[in-house]
């Protein structure tokens, strides 16, 4: 298990926390690894019915840590960047993010297979893919030209362009903006309502 990576399940909300604030919440190979374990462990699970992911220290993350990027490259699709972006898509759990501060790479591709995103006003979203000579993750090249048309994503995956706040909610990348000292409230507000719903709709 990584300290970085905080879980909880109650009442059938399975919360997930990144918790690495020296390094902005980056991703490791090993975090990669307890968060598949999460997301495959709550779709064992038929108590579980929501999966909330947070931040921490006024920021959601930084993507991932490049150092440990580069020590540990993805060998296959084994290795745990793909399994848990592979446990992420098989979900069929409702799954709700809250982001302050930064999203960066990771931190906003995850976010396009979201059901509800809650976004707090100093939030930004930046996939630098190509400027570090990388391809585009996680179906962000087909999934982000389908919200923001063609032309509009370009400028975001080619050049690394941050994307705003507002525009994140004009878009559909972003449900909801409120104040950053509401976000966690109100993803966590949205977990309880949905787990009221019912289950089988």
Not at 110 to 136: E, Q, R, T, W, Y
């Amino acid at each position: 298990m990584s300290e970085f990576i905080k879980t909880n399940v109650d009442n059938g909300v399975l919360e997930i926390i990144l918790s690495r604030p020296d390094r902005k919440n980056a991703i490791t190979a090993d975090m990669y690894r307890v968060l598949a374990a999460a997301f495959e462990g709550a779709e064992r699970d038929p108590a579980i019915g929501v999966i909330v992911i947070l931040g921490s220290d006024s920021v959601f993350t930084a993507g991932n840590d490049l150092v440990d990027f580069q020590t540990n490259p993805p060998a296959g699709s084994d290795s745990p960047p793909f399994a848990f972006m592979r446990a992420m898509v098989r979900s069929t759990r409702v799954i709700v993010a809250g982001v302050i501060g930064s999203a960066v790479g990771i931190g906003t591709t995850l976010l396009l297979h979201c059901d509800l995103v809650v976004a707090g006003k100093s939030a930004s979203f930046i996939v630098p893919f190509v400027n570090l000579g990388l391809v585009p993750e996680f179906a962000s090249s087909r999934l982000l030209p389908a919200m923001l048309g063609r032309q509009r994503a370009a400028r975001h995956l080619l050049l690394g362009d941050p994307l705003d706040v507002e525009t994140a909610l004009s878009c559909g990348l972003v449900s909801q903006v409120v104040d950053d000292d509401q976000v966690d409230d109100l993803a966590r507000a949205y977990a309880r309502r949905l787990m009221e719903m019912p289950p089988r709709a």
